[in-house]
């Protein structure tokens, strides 16, 4: 699901509160493979929310006026993860359990977490850098920040990343075959209804692979 490269804002004055357990962080998107005049590129979301609240959380993003949304709900607790993707009035989602994120991380390429000592901050909470060394020493290394400022224990456990033992706040994703930046731009502390985690009824389930399709034809489509 995520590949990552980090890139880090000022401290605005004030701005960090302290820890906090429960709240919603937005991240500004773009798309450094995409030229400011590609088409593609006015299609795709401009921000992406996180919700979290002790052992879960939700991401959630809409593109194309809500012509496709996506939306992933993870249960760490009960090790269920959660893939909504909408186009136009088609709703699919597909459901993992622990085996199946399991089976999904072995598929991802090696790497080890070096910790630099380096510290910088994003939306005014302090984040340690670490560089990502992959196993294929052809592959380019990548650098991480991410936070321990914010008291979500193990944000990453279903992504590769799972060993970053902190909350992401400035990174790139792989979604829709297209390479994603997302930088924080605001922490807020509020209370997370359980609806905010609670994943929609009124998708149709399908297998992995199907979603796989799902969003080639996707890129296809809005590939401009």
């Not at 609240?53 to 607790?77: C, H, L, M, P, T």
């Not at 670490?130 to 592959?139: R, S």
């Not at 992401?168 to 922490?187: D, P, Q, T």
Request: a negative charge.
């Amino acid at each position: 699901m995520m590949v990552i490269i980090a890139a880090c804002n000022k401290l605005a004055p004030g701005s960090f509160a302290g820890n906090i357990s429960e709240g919603i962080i937005e991240y500004k998107i773009s798309f450094p493979e995409l030229g400011n005049e590609s088409l593609t590129a006015t299609l795709m979301p401009e921000t992406m929310t996180f919700a979290f609240k002790a052992n879960s959380f939700a991401s959630y993003f809409e593109a194309a006026g809500g012509v496709f949304k996506n939306r992933i709900i993870a249960d760490r607790q009960e090790k269920k993860v959660e893939h909504q993707l909408k186009v136009f009035r088609k709703k699919v989602k597909v459901m993992m359990d622990e085996t199946d994120v399991l089976q999904m991380l072995a598929e991802y390429p090696k790497m080890t977490v070096i910790e630099t000592g380096d510290v910088d901050t994003i939306a005014g909470y302090p984040c340690n850098k670490a560089l990502l060394v992959y196993d294929d020493i052809e592959k380019k290394h990548i650098e991480v920040f991410y936070t321990k400022s914010i008291n979500l224990e193990k944000p990453n456990w279903c992504t590769q990343y799972h060993d970053i033992d902190g909350v992401l706040m400035a990174y790139e994703i792989v979604e829709f075959g297209i390479r994603m930046r997302l930088e924080a731009i605001s922490v807020k502390s509020e209370k997370i209804t359980p609806e905010v985690l609670k994943p929609h009824d009124d998708f149709t389930p399908i297998s992995k692979a199907s979603m796989d399709i799902e969003l080639a034809q996707l890129v296809e489509t809005f590939e401009l």
